[in-house]
């Protein structure tokens, strides 16, 4: 099964608001309850509204009601159009550009979509690796510049591991500090016990094996990329680091926004099969749990 569908497929939710409010409807997105707080039937209007049909009560209320549609000053199926894209890793240009909406729009869509998925995301509510599993730790800094340009004036550090499987489960956390206290309290939220460390030389990891009581091999970078004789690595979460360094542009790297273009790139990794599908699924948990 493709991971998107083709985008001619789904012109019909882009382009006509009632097609797509049908397709919301349908996946439990919108707001559906056809009785009203009396326990009365509710007829639906035609501007988007249920309304009790009795005559002494004619509450109503928004089909939009706790979701990201509610309040939105463009249609639904313009807010699914720039899904489609955002889904596709179009940039914010490219999205300006094949929708002809407004940066500050498509800004604050993207916002809010990364938020659904962040509500979502399993990052470390299950723990990764597990007995006899090998799973890479590093950190590494996100560097930014002044106007895209010239020196790095600010890095924000990122600490985060791999497990060495099919699935390839990943943990990546913005932290303050490369202080003992601060990895090792993730590495315990994060990581499986019976797992196998691997890291790099980082005075922070000496005493993995002593204080979380796991087996730990380490690789000096300083001399090899990969131990001759242990054949301890790091270059699969390092590949992981330059992945998302590709994808989290300079302007995305501050303390207060990293957080979420992280979860961005690790979610759609992990529904990279039906990322379409998923992205609907999240669309209806959010709106379940916000009302």
């Known amino acids: 099964m493709a991971s998107i569908p083709p985008a001619r497929t789904l012109q019909c939710l882009f382009y006509n608001d009632d097609d797509c409010v049908n397709f919301l409807l349908e996946k439990g997105i919108l707001y559906n309850d056809v009785c009203c707080p009396s326990g009365h039937k509710r007829v639906r209007l035609e501007n988007h509204r249920w309304r009790c049909s009795l005559k002494n009560c004619r509450r109503s209320r928004t089909i939009f009601k706790d979701t990201i549609f509610e309040d939105a000053k463009i249609g639904p199926g313009r807010i699914i159009e720039a899904a489609y894209h955002w889904l596709n890793d179009s940039s914010h240009k490219q999205i300006m550009s094949i929708t002809g909406l407004e ?73 303050p500090n490369r202080s003992r206290k601060t990895l090792f309290a993730i590495i315990k939220e994060c990581v499986a016990d019976g797992s196998i ?77 039906t990322l379409w599908d998923s992205f609907i699924r999240c669309l209806s948990e959010f709106a379940v749990t916000k009302a």
């Not at 659904?116 to 509510?125: D, F, G, P, R, T």
């Not at 990764?128 to 800094?141: F, K, L, N, Q, S």
């Not at 691997?198 to 002593?210: G, K, T």
């Not at 998302?244 to 300079?250: A, D, R, S, T």
Request: charged share 30%.
């Open 103 to 175: 940066k500050p729009t498509i800004t604050s869509l993207l916002a809010q979509f990364r938020e659904i998925i962040a509500s979502n995301i399993k990052e470390c509510s299950d723990k990764i690796g597990g007995p006899g599993i090998v799973v890479e730790i590093d950190e590494t800094a996100f560097g930014r510049r002044k106007y895209n340009v010239g020196h790095v004036v600010k890095e924000t550090w990122v600490f985060g591991g791999v497990e060495r499987t099919k699935e390839r489960r990943i943990f990546a956390r913005v932290v």
């Open 197 to 273: 460390i691997y890291s790099d030389m980082w005075a922070a990891y000496a005493s993995i094996e002593r204080d979380l009581n796991m087996e730990h091999g380490s690789v000096n970078h300083s001399t090899n990329f990969k131990d001759q004789e242990t054949e301890v690595h790091t270059n699969t979460i390092e590949g992981n680091w330059n992945g998302f360094k590709i994808k989290i542009l300079p302007r995305n790297r501050s303390q207060d926004r990293m957080q979420d273009h992280i979860y961005e790139r690790i979610w759609k990794r992990q529904n990279n099969d």
